[in-house]
């Protein structure tokens, strides 16, 4: 203090806080809402629930002790007991090569470079996979393996370089795509029992297989070069089966048209035997009965065959009243006779 009563200029006054109440309270009240409140805090941190496609780990002091179901529980409080909830039901998956932002919308990841391998005849592939799986023995899936989803992570990279790097790049990119998946889910299910991480391989899906970008247009043109010689080559097979099959349906219908030529012959040739057979067993029993028979049925399939005629009598005079030339009389026909 300045000895005229002011305050020197380097010192500066602090504001003056107002003056709070004084509650006096016994020490019995103090130490019943201290019980209160930590009784409040023990219920309020002992109880907890399990959503039903999840399922509860409860860890004592760091220790696994136990697992919960889908539904209300208790637990020790104030920390002696923590519980991690894992979605047990619910199918998880990882990407490779490609991230989703939506369901419908894909972007590649290609600072990893997950997706770019080696096939087995050295030719490069831009892999794309996902791989889908669940989580089945909790207590392994948090305790076995530490990072367990990139440990599953690299352990998915590596079996598909190896199913890929044992196959040609035309068996990745077409027909042995579903092989590669299926062999793939296989080891990748081996390798995650053996790790012992708790962890249940569903599927593992081929996304995309192409060719790197430097090189596509290459192989395109590879490829429709090959589509053209299969289409080639299957024009010319339908050309040949077209033709083959024809000449070979012409001989079948050549034969079997001399086969029943010559069948229809023989049976005409039989035919004909056993009938001068007939008629000469009938001659010998009536000789001038069947001359008879026989000139009268020759006769008659010679007149028919004639066409109209008229037979008259040499001694017929008078022709031309009761010849009639147009047909307007009823009992003169072409075939029929006058005598």
């Known amino acids: 203090m300045a000895a005229n009563g002011r305050p020197p200029k380097n010192i500066i006054e602090l504001p003056q806080l107002p003056k709070l109440p004084k509650f006096d309270l016994p ?41 919960s179901n889908p539904g209300l529980h208790f637990k020790a409080p104030l920390g002696i007991e923590r519980v991690i909830k894992l979605p047990v039901q619910r199918q998880l998956k990882q990407e490779f090569g490609f991230q989703s932002q939506r369901s419908d919308v894909r972007t590649p990841r290609s600072m990893q470079g997950e997706s770019n391998m080696l096939t087995g005849d050295l030719n490069a592939a831009v892999v794309e996979w996902v791989v889908q799986y669940r989580i089945d023995d909790p207590q392994q899936f948090l305790f076995r393996v530490r990072n367990v989803e990139e440990t599953l ?68 043109e590879v490829n429709q070069a090959e589509q053209e010689r299969e289409t080639k080559i299957n024009q010319a097979q339908s050309e040949y089966n077209k033709v083959i099959f024809r000449a070979r349906g012409q001989a079948e219908n050549t034969v079997s048209t001399a086969e029943g030529y010559a069948l229809d012959r023989v049976n005409r040739a039989r035919g004909e035997a056993d009938r001068f057979i007939s008629i000469y067993r009938a001659y010998r029993k009536a000789p001038e009965v069947t001359r008879r028979r026989i000139y009268l049925e020759t006769l008659n399939e010679v007149m028919n065959k004639a066409g109209r005629k008229v037979i008259l009598d040499e001694r017929l005079e008078g022709l031309m009243p009761i010849l009639d030339l147009e047909g307007k009389l009823g009992g003169l026909r072409s075939g029929g006779t006058q005598p």
Do not use: H, W
């Open 27 to 67: 020490p019995g009240r103090l130490r019943a809402i201290f019980l209160v409140v930590l009784i409040g805090a023990a219920l309020f941190s002992s109880i907890y629930t399990i959503d039903p496609e999840e399922v509860g780990v409860v860890l004592r002091f760091g220790k696994f002790v136990r697992t």
């Open 153 to 220: 992570r690299d352990m998915s990279e590596a079996v598909m370089r190896q199913v890929v790097g044992d196959r040609t790049v035309d068996e990745v990119l077409t027909v042995g795509r579903q092989e590669v998946a299926d062999l793939a889910e296989l080891k990748l299910q081996e390798l995650c029992d053996q790790y012992e991480n708790g962890i249940k391989i569903e599927q593992v899906v081929l996304q995309d297989v192409n060719p790197p970008d430097q090189v596509k247009a290459s192989f395109n």
